[in-house]
């Protein structure tokens, strides 16, 4: 007969394998959220580039954007909530938004988004 106890218990794996599923299950419910983020930032990468800096108004410019908010099914934020400035003659589009997901319960994890897309302009022909 051994003298001293080898491997882990059900116990120990429990207390090992618990906080790593729980990062799993936290990284599951937040990935929908970031996936948003990107189709966001790509959205207003795409209008960066088609929108001729110019002749554009910030209507035209929320106009566009709108549009491909459609194409990619975004609904949140809504395209009120970006803020559409002119700075130093150029155009410039602030994304700055929190979104939530729902862990369990009532606890939440709440992200923190912020990006800036300035008009690079079209090319006018």
């Given at each position: ?104 319960a009532n606890v939440s994890i709440l992200v923190t988004f912020d990006k800036t897309v300035k008009l690079k302009g079209g090319t006018?022909?």
């Open positions: 007969m051994r003298k001293y106890q080898r491997g882990v218990t059900a116990l120990g794996w429990l207390i090992l394998l618990l906080p790593i599923a729980i990062c799993v299950y936290a990284g599951i419910r937040i990935a929908p959220v970031y996936m948003n983020y990107m189709n966001v930032v790509h959205s207003l990468n795409m209008v960066s580039g088609e929108i001729d800096n110019g002749s554009a108004t910030a209507a035209t410019i929320r106009a566009a954007i709108g549009k491909h908010f459609d194409v990619e099914y975004i609904s949140y934020p809504d395209i009120r909530d970006l803020k559409i400035t002119r700075e130093n003659g150029n155009w410039k589009v602030e994304a700055n938004y929190d979104d939530q997901a729902p862990l369990f006018t022909e």
